[in-house]
């Protein structure tokens, strides 16, 4: 073990070498004059000889404190530098852990911006539906859909979930009952059928229906993720049950159509998380900025109230 004195009065007596005088080093160091000139005799004591003297308004060192100090200060110039380069070396790139649909539908096609903007960091995507182990160092921050937040870690809205059916304009041609206001969406046409979400769609917009017996549902295609869906969907396959937020382009650019205007909430919002360790890193708080005005800048007018956090789940 370092038989080194405590750190703090290291620090006084550092401070108190540049400054000459304790009342300076204590409002640099956040301490008192009486607090820095105890540390000073703390440190003395330790190293068995007289460090400081005063002359006047001042204090001046004695030959041991001459001697001492400069070896001092390159000692915390060192750790500084070593700190630093620690600071750039962790900023240099951004690790994202995020699920398939917002790694493919968003974050991939804008982070080229985000890089132009910020040209010291790289960007890695870690895409899994598995969430993580952001404490073990997996990744920088991730992209959640959760109603709640794990202890030790800084959470920060995105927008809520909220799912709607969609499917290919030729397909809703097709078939006249997709049509209107408020149209049904058949069990019959429906891709992935029985996931959870057409469950909580059918029980949020047919509640006296009772519910249906999953496993005599007519039979169609499945899959594992919104994206997946989504491509049937647009090849003319069924309606898909989708996140509207996720499939703005695919909307804009014609190869999806939202069927009817009615949207339901699951429960659960998209939220950027990271360890409070890193509150302070310039890289996240840079693609925090970034990620919250790319999604406002692509939910322009939010139709569907999605940014709107009064009705979230959310808790710390």
Wanted: charged fraction near 25%; proline fraction near 6%; include cysteine.
């Amino acid at each position: 073990m370092r038989n080194l004195p405590p750190l703090t009065a290291i620090r006084a007596f550092e401070a108190a070498a540049r400054h000459r005088n304790y009342t300076r080093a204590g409002e640099e160091l956040g301490l008192t004059q009486a607090a820095v000139s105890y540390q000073i005799r703390n440190l003395e004591q330790r190293v068995g000889t007289v460090l400081f003297k005063r002359e006047g308004r001042f204090m001046e060192l004695t030959p041991a404190g001459e001697a001492l100090a400069p070896k001092i200060a390159r000692a915390f110039a060192s750790m500084e530098s070593a700190f630093s380069s620690l600071d750039e070396s962790e900023d240099a790139v951004l690790s994202i852990a995020c699920f398939q649909t917002l790694a493919t539908n968003f974050l991939a096609p804008r982070l080229g911006a985000f890089q132009l903007a910020n040209p010291g960091i790289a960007v890695r995507i870690e895409v899994s539906d598995r969430y993580a182990d952001l404490d073990a160092g997996e990744a920088d921050v991730a992209i959640r859909l959760s109603r709640t937040v794990d202890p030790g870690l800084e959470s920060h809205f995105l927008m809520r979930l909220g799912i709607a059916p969609f499917a290919s304009p030729e397909f809703i041609a097709q078939h006249a009952e997709l049509r209107g206001a408020d149209p049904e969406t058949p069990e019959g046409l429906r891709i992935s059928p029985g996931t959870a979400w057409w469950q909580v769609w059918d029980t949020d917009r047919c509640p006296n229906s009772g519910p249906a017996d999953r496993a005599n549902l007519p039979r169609g295609l499945e899959f594992d993720s919104q994206v997946l869906d989504a491509a049937a969907a647009m090849s003319g396959n069924g309606i898909a049950i989708l996140a509207p937020a996720l499939f703005v382009s695919q909307v804009a650019d014609g190869r999806l159509k939202r069927i009817g205007d009615a949207i339901v909430w699951p429960g659960g919002i998209f939220q950027l998380v990271y360890p409070e360790v890193r509150r302070h890193s310039a890289k996240v708080r840079a693609f925090r900025r970034w990620l919250t005005a790319e999604l406002e800048s692509r939910l322009a007018g939010d139709p569907d109230g999605v940014l709107d956090p009064a009705f979230t789940e959310l808790r710390a």
